[in-house]
């Protein structure tokens, strides 16, 4: 079967997207990676587990929940006080 | 014609929720970097960024800076004094007050008021008193009867043989043999102590 495939018309179109798939999953990764360390230690700092910040291995959605965790959340370790609530006294 | 509208509404679909996601995660961002002290807007340019030429390394090399900075969140702030969030000051307490005394005997604070004199007895039957200008409203409360004496004013705290004194935020002040007793430095050991003072009341303290 995969021999047909190979010496058939399309063999080459396999081909072609096997190397190009190949690549967007090294690169996803290798830019997962850049993504993970600084992630990591801000949820460190934010008081949260870093291992949090192994979401950004989840394409596309996983760095809109890492965002959604920090923006959303109450950090562990404490938050500047917001302007308003210091206008206010 | 079915193949190219078709295609235009997966684009149109994906520019939309592109946009969406834009506009959330600028969003998220300014929060972000809000929590952590510093200009909300700043998370909100690098977000945007990605619309520029530039694609995702601007904002990349952001993301490192913010891991790796200062964040104003982390700087100490100075202790005001006579601010009303004790909660933010850290207070060593005393140890905590033993079962038993190993010395029975009790303390006495007596001095004079506007109405006359007072004097009051810690005999250790409670763990902590209240020293207050208002009538006795607890059986740890001790009233110094003088408009110069808030309520409450301070706190005496039993730990074994040592008697301290906290003071609770009272604008005329308590005074340790003279010394400021400010709120922020939490109960501090008397035991040593020859007098007291509460707002312009003079408490001389001996044993009982």
């Known amino acids: 079967m995969l021999a047909w495939l190979l010496n058939s018309g399309v063999g080459w179109l396999l081909t072609l997207g ?72 | 014609m079915f193949t190219i509208t078709s295609l235009l509404a997966l684009f149109g679909l994906s520019s939309a929720f592109a946009a969406v996601a834009l506009v959330f995660a600028a969003w998220m961002a300014w929060r972000i970097v809000a929590k952590a002290g510093l200009p909300g807007w700043l998370g909100l340019i690098a977000v945007l960024l990605t619309l520029t030429g530039i694609g995702v390394i601007v904002p990349l090399v952001a993301l490192w800076i913010f891991a790796f900075m200062g964040w104003p969140r982390d700087a100490p702030t100075p202790a005001i004094a006579g601010a009303g969030n004790p909660s933010a000051v850290p207070v060593a307490a005393l140890p905590p007050p033993m079962a038993v005394l190993p010395d029975r005997r009790g303390w006495r604070l007596s001095g004079t008021v506007a109405g006359g004199s007072v004097s009051l007895a810690v005999d250790g039957s409670q763990p902590s008193y209240l020293l207050t200008g208002a009538p006795a409203a607890a059986p740890g409360d001790l009233t110094v009867p003088d408009p110069s004496v808030a309520s409450p004013h301070a706190r005496l705290l039993i730990a074994g043989a040592r008697l301290g004194l906290e003071d609770l935020g009272s604008a005329t002040g308590s005074f340790i043999d003279g010394a400021r007793l400010l709120p922020e430095h939490g109960p501090r050991d008397i035991s040593q102590a020859r007098t007291i003072r509460l707002g312009t009341v003079d408490l001389a303290l001996s044993r009982a």
């Open chain 1, 18 to 89: 096997s190397v190009v798939l190949f690549f967007l999953v090294i690169g996803h990764l290798i830019l997962s990676l850049l993504l993970v360390i600084p992630t990591w230690r801000i949820f460190v700092r934010a008081g949260f587990s870093g291992a949090l910040s192994l979401l950004h291995f989840v394409p596309v959605v996983g760095l809109l929940v890492i965002m959604a965790i920090l923006a959303f959340s109450d950090w562990p370790a404490g938050e500047a006080p917001e302007p308003q609530s210091e206008a206010r006294g």
